[in-house]
């Protein structure tokens, strides 16, 4: 028994199979981006921020210091001198 398969079949048949590779591939591009990727990271980031705005408020350099730190700002390093600017312009 031999089964004959048309030409417009197998077309169709490999559309299907293109179509939904090209719907994964659309999902997750519309999903990039909208969804932080690691939400602990996110909060880490968050506390950070908390944290030395609140020893921008302060006004204790040791904390800023600490804060900057933690932050992974480099003593001497060109982000370590803007932040202190601030932090002077802060406490006028």
């Known amino acids: 028994m ?3 398969i048309s030409d417009s079949l197998v077309l169709q048949m490999k ?3 293109i179509n939904e590779d090209l719907k994964d591939v ?3 591009e519309k999903a990039r981006g909208r969804r932080p990727a690691n939400r602990e990271e996110r909060r880490k980031k968050q506390k950070l921020a908390s944290d030395v705005l609140w ?3 302060s006004g204790s350099t ?3 210091s600490e804060q900057l730190k933690l932050a ?3 003593e001497g390093s060109a ?3 803007r932040a202190w600017k601030i932090f002077y312009s802060s406490q006028r």
């Open 26 to 28: 659309m999902a997750t």
């Open 62 to 64: 040791h904390e800023f």
């Open 72 to 74: 992974g700002i480099s």
């Open 2 to 4: 031999q089964y004959h």
């Open 79 to 81: 982000e370590w001198e």
């Open 15 to 17: 559309e299907d199979e």
């Open 55 to 57: 020893a921008l408020k």
